[in-house]
């Protein structure tokens, strides 16, 4: 009996397909992680020519169809996880507070939002023997689990607003409590119209702040009276704005770099002493309803994107329409004629940033990924399981798409949840 160890092809063959549902558990079976290099049975080094980052003999750097080069590649669904590599950091006795109040669309940390903690995390690791606490003001219906990832230290959840009442009546005195709690050395906002402008500019009135709109870096500046400086959007045909970095900084998308080296401990506080009357002018109404055949792909929250996969366009306008759906499409259909040029997703179309990208029958050309790399989630209906787009997608179903899509319309309809599909 020979004892050289039997190879398994097919975990070679995984370990070198990145874009398998299963690569992260096999490189994780194999001990390999993220190697590009390993020993072959002939005692030769192979290279892995999939790996990030890998330059080929002409000197060109393969292109990575996942996004991982621009920071936006997801583990594909029943990946196993791979082991957390992140630094942990606690923070006991935090010399100051950064205080960040994340607009949190859908419950969830935005890009935009974990931009600004990026910043804030700049600010608050400034001094390394007298480091500072991000802390993180967020509404009660939130819904994000791995807060600590995104680097905040400490966390102040907000009392849900009474039924009616205008968010910015409600969050103002709470913020106020904040600031005489804990007086943090700066509060950033988003500069965003979902509501962090609004609530930033009303802060700043509160606290008798001139705050800075519009801030896209900071920088260390000795003469600040904080010690820093900042630049700022200036107006159209304008050189941009520099100045001292004030109290109160709204920023603008892409400030900073998120965090992803360091995990940290997102300890709960307790607001003591906050108002539990509060006096309001305004009646929040609700959302107005909008039709999502008129929202711009780079502004959708839920995209139903069509493919050369579609053959009954009808069925997939009616699941768009009971969906809630904004729609999309690849260049394909696009090129057939089945959608309109501004419904096109891509490098060559309309990147988006949307929350759930659900893809039918996309078999996921390299402009198509590039395109959706920033979305949260991405569900992809083929039939071909071995489709680039698979191997993308979040979640993913192999079927026909016509009768997927009729037998989802029909489940909603049956939820009570679907809109006028007539």
């Known amino acids: 009996m020979t004892e050289l160890k039997r190879r398994n092809p ?26 590009s290099e390993w020993q072959g049975p002939n005692g030769l080094r192979r290279r892995n ?3 990030i980052g890998f330059t080929g003999p002409n000197g060109i750097k393969r292109i990575d169809r996942s996004g991982a080069q621009q920071g936006g590649a997801r583990q594909a669904s029943g990946a196993a996880q791979v082991p957390e590599s992140r630094r942990a950091v606690v923070i006991e006795s935090p010399a100051f507070y950064v205080a960040v109040v994340p607009d949190m669309t859908g419950g969830r940390l935005s890009s935009h939002d974990k931009d600004l903690l990026g910043l804030a995390r700049q600010l608050a690791d400034a001094k390394g023997d007298a480091p500072g606490a991000v802390l993180a003001i967020l509404p009660a219906e939130h819904r994000e689990q791995q807060l600590g990832d995104a680097g905040i230290d400490r966390v102040i959840t907000l009392p849900e607003a009474p039924a009616g009442q205008f968010a910015a009546d409600h969050q103002l005195p709470l913020l106020e409590s904040i600031e005489r709690t804990f007086g943090p050395r700066h509060w950033l906002l988003p500069d965003s119209a979902l509501g962090g402008a609004d609530l930033g500019r009303r802060l700043a009135m509160r606290l008798q702040e001139r705050p800075a709109t519009g801030v896209w870096r900071i920088e260390p500046d000795g003469s600040a009276p904080l010690g820093w400086g900042c630049t700022a959007r200036g107006a159209a045909d304008s050189l941009d704005i520099q100045r001292p970095l004030p109290r ?24 003591e002493g906050a108002p539990s009357a ?33 053959r009954d366009w009808e069925g997939f306008h009616q699941a768009a329409r009971a ?13 057939d004629g089945f959608m ?58 192999i079927g026909d798409s016509t009768q997927i899509l009729a037998a989802l319309v029909a489940r909603v309809q049956q939820q009570g949840g679907a809109r006028d599909a007539a």
């Open 10 to 35: 097919r975990l070679e063959w995984i370990a070198r397909n990145r874009l398998h549902a299963e690569h992260a558990r096999v490189l994780a079976t194999l001990g390999r992680g993220q190697a």
């Open 49 to 51: 020519p999939h790996a």
């Open 248 to 271: 109160v900084v709204l920023a603008l998308a892409e400030c900073a770099e998120p965090v992803d080296q360091s995990r940290h401990a997102a300890e709960t506080l307790t607001l």
């Open 278 to 310: 509060f006096a309001t002018r305004i009646s929040d109404q609700g959302a107005v309803a909008v039709d999502p055949a008129s929202i711009a792909l780079a502004e959708a929250e839920f995209i139903l994107s069509g493919g050369n996969g579609v």
């Open 323 to 335: 969906l809630g759906a904004t729609e999309g499409a690849s260049r394909v259909a696009v090129d």
């Open 340 to 397: 309109a040029r501004d419904r096109q997703v891509g490098a060559s179309g309309t990147w988006v940033t949307a929350r759930v990208y659900l893809a039918v029958g996309i078999s996921g050309a390299i402009q198509h990924l590039q395109g959706i790399q920033s979305c949260d989630k991405v569900i992809a209906i083929n039939m071909d399981a071995g489709c680039d787009m698979i191997k993308r997608a979040d979640l993913a179903v």
